[in-house]
């Protein structure tokens, strides 16, 4: 009997987040990545992307749920009428750097920076990450389990063996830092890093090294560890400082689990914010056009640096539209996220050379990036921080809150006092706040006051959560502010 993947999600709870599938360990049966799997190949034939007897590529991260995830999502490559390259594990970028390269399908086993109980499944065309569009179309395939290939409780009734791994994916991504540039890069620099349980904690320090750095390898754990580099765990941050002072060291850097979103931490051991992080790194390249999601920092446009500042909704597939749609007008266009991660969209000229693109978030050009940018200016990582506008935000969540009542929260105050020019707060609020000067609808409800400061209520994408963002001009005031406005969102239940 067939049915949609609209149904199996529903049905099975592992549902679409971005850029492919993510659920409990437990709801995603092999059948149920199997059908994900076929549906995504089906979707793509019929797009006229792809055709039986291609290669499709496959990788993951070091979760231990990982390796039957993948096993399944092969299976399924393979009956499908494909052949699948297993290249191990590996960051996200490093595959789908080959798949783009290679003009085929490539398919990511990760959960990213959410827990060890849940993992994803992560889909890119021949040209990258799917976007919006694809995930609709990829919903409704039609999908149909082949008789006798799984039990009851959806399980293989024969398991498959992952086989051998290619490793030309890795060595792609290798040869695409390591051939830009030069080998001194980082002489002489002495950098930590946290290796946890990353897919790229043995790739950092081989990169680092053949460019000329010294490295120290950091809390290095067989336990799988769900580091989020937008909300840093207190005991990460803590290491950090410790490492910093412990070992000397003029940086400390790190990725989330599957290797697209970079930490860095100046010299004392302060992480950066992803999105400042961004503007450094785009800084760096060159950048001539920037796209980056409307709660990102406001120090990119006060920067002047770059000749224009594109804001879109918040997640991957966003910004990637945004850029697609303008680099046939610009040269150097590229994106980031506050979650570090750093997308280009187009050749860059850097270093007498030209990089070419990589439309999918990235960790590693943020981190070689700011190392370079200090030990070229000659300058300390936290330096380089204080050149840029002194904007600082702060984020919280309210966990347990239903979409629909965030969207009727969200409603009441557009069309309530925040919608009339110079109106204060206190009606929704109960607090005295300078005026509101200006609305943006982008991705919820964003509003900057008269001070300069800035206030951003939007309901998570994928959880029930809302979330609050807030900047102003001294860390301090941010995080004030911010917990002024979540006091009074918890009485909102």
Not at 74 to 101: K, M, N, R, T
Not at 211 to 216: D, F, K, T, Y
Request: glycine fraction near 8%; charge should be negative.
């Amino acid at each position: 009997m067939k049915f949609s993947i609209d149904q199996m999600m529903s049905q099975s709870g592992v549902n679409f987040g971005t850029s492919g599938a993510r659920g409990l360990v437990s709801a995603m049966t092999d059948e149920i990545c199997y059908l994900y799997t076929s549906a995504f190949l089906a979707y793509l034939e019929q797009q006229r992307l792809i055709s039986p007897g291609e290669q499709v590529a496959v990788a993951g991260d070091l979760r231990p749920s990982t390796p039957r995830i993948a096993a399944a999502v092969i299976q399924a490559i393979s009956d499908s009428g494909y052949h699948p390259i297993w290249c191990g594990a590996i960051p996200s970028p490093a595959v789908a750097l080959f798949g783009i390269e290679q003009n085929i399908a490539a398919i990511m086993v990760t959960g990213s920076h959410i827990p060890e109980d849940r993992n994803g499944i992560k889909f890119n065309r021949t040209d990258g990450e799917i976007l919006k569009e694809d995930e609709a179309g990829i919903r409704s395939q039609m999908v149909e389990s082949p008789p006798n290939l799984f039990q009851d409780n959806g399980a293989f009734a024969t398991p498959p063996r992952l086989p051998e791994v290619n490793s030309e994916a890795l060595q792609r991504y290798h040869h695409r830092y390591l051939s830009h540039f030069p080998p001194n890069l980082l002489q002489d620099m002495r950098i930590g890093v946290y290796q946890h349980s990353g897919v790229a904690r043995d790739l950092l320090p081989q990169i680092l090294e053949a460019l000329g750095a010294e490295v120290i390898p950091l809390g290095r754990s067989e336990q799988f560890i769900p580091v989020d580099t937008e909300a840093i765990r207190a005991e990460d941050i803590d290491l950090a400082k410790e490492w910093a002072q412990a070992y000397s060291l003029e940086s400390i850097v790190s990725t989330d689990g599957d290797g697209d979103r970079p930490l860095v931490s100046d010299e004392a051991g302060n992480w950066l914010r992803g999105d400042i992080a961004g503007i450094l790194t785009a800084r760096y390249l060159g950048a001539d056009t920037i796209v980056t999601p409307v709660s990102s920092n406001s120090a990119v446009e006060l920067s002047a640096l770059f000749r224009q500042v594109i804001r879109c909704r918040i997640g991957s597939p966003y910004v990637i539209a945004a850029m697609a749609s303008l680099k046939t007008e610009h040269n150097a266009v590229v994106g980031y996220e506050a979650n570090g991660g750093f997308l280009q969209a187009t050749p860059i000229s850097h270093l007498g050379k030209i990089l070419p693109p990589l439309p999918t978030r990235d960790a590693l050009m943020v981190i070689l990036a700011i190392l370079a940018l200090s030990r070229e200016e000659q300058q300390p990582v936290s330096s380089l921080l204080t050149q840029l506008p002194q904007r600082f935000t702060y984020s919280d969540r309210l966990k347990a809150f239903p979409p629909e009542l965030s969207q009727q929260r969200l409603s009441a105050l557009q069309e309530g006092d925040l919608a009339q020019s110079g109106a204060t707060f206190t009606r929704f609020f109960g607090t005295e706040l300078p005026p509101v000067t200006s609305l943006d609808l982008t991705d919820g409800l964003r509003f900057t006051l008269e001070s300069g400061e800035i206030v951003h209520l939007r309901p998570s994408g994928n959880a029930p959560e809302l979330r609050c963002y807030t900047e102003a001009d001294r860390p301090e005031r941010a995080e004030q502010l911010n917990r002024e406005i979540m006091a009074v969102m918890t009485g909102w239940r």
